[in-house]
């Protein structure tokens, strides 16, 4: 058992969190409140992770990412080290990979809040800001919680992505994905095979929990 | 025009086409008639916000809500509204003490959670206070929505159809309960609704609404003894709606004597106590005319008066009479047969005849 | 101020680079070797080494992409000498070892190893060829020794429908312990390594029928002191003898 990949990998996963929720719960919210103009255009584009190879998104962040881009140079003169191969440059792309994982459950939970009690709230002097923190949040937080448990098990899944725009560094890029590809080429089955059942079981258990939740939110009664 | 009534001016062409104009005074009680689809709904969410017609302008108490002209929109937590939704939106994972409180932002924090107590006292659901809304039956939640929406301090309050999903029992209840509170409250309110029985109960002044567009409009009695009726539709017979006192029961005969501006209406007793002020709908098809007063007939009420316009509906056939007695006016519905075989016209003296059980009397305040 | 030309690094801070432990790229080959070589080094307290087996091609695009490798062990030097023409080398490096290759079959295969490639000319005509496992031509040293062996025996043409590409040799040598492969060719130091000892027979493929596999190692410019003693460690007898069990042979003089 690789105990620093699982270090790694869980710090990816919290990581991601930590950077994705607040812009999923912006953008969710936007999203579900009102229909503008090019929508469908953005839902598709946030849904593009979703269905594109792990090899075309690490392809494009390899190339945003390389020093010879604007976001590559500024990190080097920044921190000293390239973005691609580092948990930063990581983190980022895998941020990046888990948009739709985040996003779309807590648009989903907003979309479910009824219109009618948006208004209600609005017609009780609450302003936006207020209208979200007590009575928007508390209805749809079963839709966070989904997108916060998805987004962490599906980063702690991550391959092709990590492998292209990570490489497979100890320590800083080798998740727990990335080191039973890694014993598996050195032939150490048993190894990578306590690792994988781990991953395996946490899946599950991310999955049974979403279920859960899924159920116990229900529709919205009144 | 009272300064502090609400004033409204819109017109749009679409989602849905509008063009009116109303006001309402504090203590009136404007009620917005119309079928499905008519535009009355969008009114009342322009005047508190939630919609933003193409052109328009709406005032309440001087302030500016909504001046398309000018460019100002106040948004909709800025607008002193009470707004009651057709579906209730109260919160649910609010108890019904948590979903009044929310309305009370704009109050000093010490006070709050005694005005909301005192506001479900007012609409008697202090026991179930701590109660969500999935525990509470449609007239109990209804009753939180209107705290809510009083809860407010609003200028205005508007009541979208809020009785639309009850039974009649229930419906009877809350149509008392808001009478009582309107007559406490000085402020104007607005009610949509498409159950005539609603306006008959609560309102004071009548706006008629068809295809974006008001068909008629001013106080209830006035709008009722309109004689030409088309506007409205197979749903609401013709008929009048006047205000009248209990002058005197008769409790032994089982009858009471309503009077009213010109003249005096007997009607059975209903538990009505002598003073109490009522509603008297005389639906125009039970109203018979006579040149003459008859003799020996069980009818109790004969009022004589002069005729004061007729109108043939639109295939001929029948004809709705204006009679003025004294001020007010009633309605007769009569074959166009009958009209001419008496020779009514206008300036002709009549009797018009109703059965006492005809007779619909509403009374006002709490059952 | 250096110019910095396309793909050229800052040099990293020296300090920082004693801190962190030595970051090693190497070609799969030495998954073995290194991992023993680097093992003896730690106990000499000189310092730790973290090691990142790989086709040397895909390794060397990985540095110039900025990857933050000190030391690169490469079973090619031509992959050594693109980094030193990009300037992310400290000098040309040294030459360590020679690699050989081997025809691999697992137990239970049709195919009997011989250094001719006999034994595969016979299964191809006989068509009971199915699989045959080699590392990417591409980009992985011994996937192009492989291919130069093949092609020396004439079978290139012949076996290429029946290949499956590994993306290093270690890779290839998976594949080729499955079961679904009749073998393949891998490096000489991988069949000599225990869990392949177990697996399956070889027989070495003599020199003359591929390019040598000269194995190159090169300092990046990011190296520091911690990176250098284990180049020279790499350099001295404890670690040839490693490499010479490993079936590696010495390096020639330049």
Redesign the interface.
Known sequence: MDWQAFGVSLALGLGTLVVLLPFALWAGHRLAARSFRGKHAVEAVIAVPLVLPPTVLGFYLLTAFSVRSPLGAAFETLAGNALAFSFPGLLLASAVANVPFAVQPIQRSFEAVPVHVREAAACCGLTPWRRFLRIELPLAWPGVLTAAILTFAHTLGEFGVVLMVGGNIPGETRTLSIAIYDRMQAFDDRSAGLMAATLLVLAIGALATTTMLARRAGPVRE | MSERGLHVRLSQAAPVPLDVELSCAPGEVLGIFGPSGSGKTTILRAI???HTPEAGRVTVGGEVWLDTAAGRVV????R????V?Q???????LTALGNVL??L??RPREARRRRAGELLDLVRLADVRHRR??ALSGGE?QRVALA??L??DPAVLLLDEPFAAMDRAVRRRLQDEVDVLRRMLDIPLVIVTHDFDDIVRLATHLLVLRAGRTVAAGPLQDVTSRPDVGWLGETVGAGVVIDAVVARTHDARGLAELTFDGGTLVAPDQALAAGAQVRVRVPAREVILAASPPERVSLHNVLEGVVAAVAPDARGTVAVVQVAVGPTRILAEVTRDAVERLGIAEGCIVYALVKSVSLEVLASGAG | MALTRPGSAEPPRRAEAAQRPTLVAAASDLSFALTEIADRFHTTGAGRVSIVFGSSGTLTRQIRNGAPFDLLLSADEAFVDDLHMRGLTRDRGALYAIGRIVVFAPGGSPLVPDGELAGVTRLLDARRLTRFAIANPEHAPYGRAAEEALRARGLWDRIAPHLVLGDNVSQAAQFATTGNAAGGILAYSLALAPPLQDRGTYALIPEADHRPLRHRMVLTRRAGPAAERFYRYLQGPDARTVLQRFGFGPPQAE
């Not at chain 2, 948004?75 to 800025?78: A, G, I, K």
């Not at chain 2, 002193?80 to 707004?83: L, Y």
Request: hydrophobic share 45%.
């Open positions: 508190a916000g939630l948004p909709v937590h800025e002193a509204i009470g707004f939704f579906e209730y939106a109260l919160f649910p994972h929310v309305a932002g704009h809304p999935e939640r809510r929406a809860a407010r």
